[in-house]
């Protein structure tokens, strides 16, 4: 029998894992998919080189761009500072999935890394560190010497755009932050979706797509508590159901 949950595909990250190459994906985007009704399955970077790319979609109901300390690669958008964390098999992978996402209108939620990598697909760019940027003065990057539960506490707030998608939710969030790099210029066909106080964006969305969503935070820490969190895994399993049933 067709299984009705949703094939979710979760982008992995290359790391050093126990002196090996390694393909990983941290347990809490897996958890976050798993608990609001997807089936996740991990997709390695090599998936990009396959033959058979499009084959291997057509078995995927939705689409999930992880967070990752590595950062997109500054060519891909123009930049010629030097990237000391670049992980160019993600990169390669995450554009490729972005570009079907947009023709096939394959949901796809993006989150923090995610969310770069959306705005710099639709030719956006990035500030490579937001403390350079006179203005922005949240407290968006995390203090890695504090555990993790404190470094993925909410720290800011989000004011959410009127005129989008999470409007649906409401007006204001409060919301956690592990990022050094930010959208510069926003990406084509990209609305808004929310912005700091301090005027960083922190959300957008592919206009005239079932649900395309990026965000700068991190919704899958507290999935299941979170009210904002369970929108966003709400709203992208439901698009996927629908994805697989049409
Ligand atoms: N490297 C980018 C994006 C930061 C990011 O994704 N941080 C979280 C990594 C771990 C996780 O997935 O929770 C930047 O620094 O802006």
């Known amino acids: 029998m067709k299984n009705a949950k949703p094939i ?22 897996i958890d976050a998919v798993n608990f ?7 997709l390695p970077n090599t998936a990009a080189d ?3 790319f499009e084959a291997l979609l057509a078995m995927v109901d939705g689409i999930l761009l992880t967070g990752s300390y590595s950062n997109v690669a500054p060519t891909r958008y123009g930049a010629t500072h030097r990237e000391a964390k670049q992980d160019l098999g993600r990169d390669e992978l995450s554009f490729k999935l972005l570009a079907y996402a947009d023709k096939t209108n394959t949901p796809l939620l993006a989150v923090c890394r995610g969310l770069q990598e ?10 490579p560190d937001w403390r350079e940027v006179e203005g922005f003065f949240e407290p968006h990057l995390e203090d890695s010497s504090q555990p993790l539960e404190v470094q993925y506490q909410p720290v800011h707030d989000v004011v959410i ?13 409060h919301v956690n932050s592990l990022h050094k790099q930010a959208i510069n210029k926003v990406g084509e066909r990209l609305l808004v979706e929310a912005l700091a106080p301090d005027g960083l964006v922190e959300a957008i969305s592919l206009s005239e797509h079932p649900f395309m969503i990026g965000v700068q935070w991190h919704p899958e820490l507290n999935y299941e508590k979170d009210n904002l969190s369970k929108f966003l895994f709400t709203e992208f399993i439901h698009y996927a159901s629908k994805q697989r049933t049409e």
């Open 8 to 29: 979710i595909a979760i982008v992995s990250c290359y790391k050093m894992i126990d002196g090996q190459p390694s393909q990983a994906v941290y347990q809490k985007y």
């Open 50 to 52: 396959s033959s058979n």
């Open 118 to 127: 959306m705005n710099v697909h639709f030719k956006g760019t990035l500030h």
């Open 161 to 173: 755009e009127p005129a989008g998608r999470l409007a649906a939710f409401g007006k204001k969030w």
């Open 36 to 42: 609001y009704g997807g089936n996740p399955i991990l």
